[in-house]
C-alpha cells in the first residue's frame, strides 16, 4: 500500500463529519426565519383559536417576539448549542422531554430499515441500484409497521385528555 493512500479514509470521515456542523447551522437557521417570515407568528399559529387576543400577546410577551429579530435569532441559536429547546407552545412541556419519549420509534424505524437494507445488500446479492428500487416500498413498509406500533402503544396509554373524562360506569352509578 503506498503512502500516498494512507490517511485518506480517516481525514474523508473527519471531513464529513465536519461538514456536519455548517448543515446544521444552515437547517437551524433556515427553520429560524421560516418560521418568522410566515403569515402571522409561531404562537397564533399554535395556539390562535384557542386564547383570546390579550392572552396572545401576553404569551408572545412571554416569549420574547416582540424582540428584534437578530436578538432572537442569537438567543434561539444559543439555546439550541446549550440543548434548550424550550417548550412546546400547547402544553407548556420541554420539548427535548418530546424528543426523548418519542425519538425511540424513530430511532428504532431508521436502524430497522439500516438492518434490513444492509441485509438485502450482503446477504441477497442485492446491488445499489435493485436496493434503490426496493427502498420506497420497504421503507412504506417500515414506516407503516412503526406507525402502526406506535398507534397501538398511545391506544393503550391514557393521555391527559382520557384521564379527565369520566369513567362510563362512574357517570352511570352517579
Given at each position: 500500500?503506498?503512502?500516498?493512500?494512507?490517511?485518506?479514509?480517516?481525514?474523508?470521515?473527519?471531513?464529513?463529519?465536519?461538514?456536519?456542523?455548517?448543515?446544521?447551522?444552515?437547517?437551524?437557521?433556515?427553520?429560524?426565519?421560516?418560521?418568522?417570515?410566515?403569515?402571522?407568528?409561531?404562537?397564533?399559529?399554535?395556539?390562535?383559536?384557542?386564547?383570546?387576543?390579550?392572552?396572545?400577546?401576553?404569551?408572545?410577551e412571554a416569549l420574547g417576539f416582540n424582540r428584534p429579530l437578530i436578538a432572537q435569532y442569537w438567543d434561539y441559536l444559543s439555546s439550541v448549542i446549550h440543548l434548550d429547546f424550550g417548550t412546546t407552545f400547547s402544553d407548556n412541556q420541554p420539548v427535548?422531554?418530546?424528543i426523548r419519549d418519542n425519538g425511540g420509534a424513530t430511532l428504532t424505524l431508521t436502524v430497522a430499515a439500516f438492518l434490513i437494507f444492509s441485509g438485502l445488500h450482503e446477504f441477497g446479492e442485492v446491488t445499489g441500484s435493485e436496493a434503490l428500487e426496493l427502498a420506497a416500498p420497504l421503507a412504506a413498509l417500515v414506516y407503516g409497521a412503526g406507525f402502526a406500533l406506535l398507534y397501538l402503544r398511545d391506544a393503550r396509554r391514557p393521555t391527559a385528555r382520557r384521564a379527565a373524562e369520566p369513567a362510563p360506569d362512574a357517570e352511570s352509578a352517579g
Amino acid at each position: 500500500m503506498s503512502r500516498a493512500g494512507s490517511g485518506s479514509l480517516p481525514r474523508y470521515i473527519l471531513q464529513r463529519i465536519l461538514l456536519v456542523i455548517p448543515m446544521i447551522w444552515v437547517i437551524l437557521t433556515l427553520v429560524f426565519f421560516i418560521l418568522r417570515v410566515a403569515p402571522g407568528d409561531p404562537v397564533s399559529a399554535a395556539l390562535g383559536g384557542k386564547l383570546n387576543a390579550q392572552a396572545l400577546e401576553q404569551r408572545r410577551e412571554a416569549l420574547g417576539f416582540n424582540r428584534p429579530l437578530i436578538a432572537q435569532y442569537w438567543d434561539y441559536l444559543s439555546s439550541v448549542i446549550h440543548l434548550d429547546f424550550g417548550t412546546t407552545f400547547s402544553d407548556n412541556q420541554p420539548v427535548l422531554h418530546v424528543i426523548r419519549d418519542n425519538g425511540g420509534a424513530t430511532l428504532t424505524l431508521t436502524v430497522a430499515a439500516f438492518l434490513i437494507f444492509s441485509g438485502l445488500h450482503e446477504f441477497g446479492e442485492v446491488t445499489g441500484s435493485e436496493a434503490l428500487e426496493l427502498a420506497a416500498p420497504l421503507a412504506a413498509l417500515v414506516y407503516g409497521a412503526g406507525f402502526a406500533l406506535l398507534y397501538l402503544r398511545d391506544a393503550r396509554r391514557p393521555t391527559a385528555r382520557r384521564a379527565a373524562e369520566p369513567a362510563p360506569d362512574a357517570e352511570s352509578a352517579g
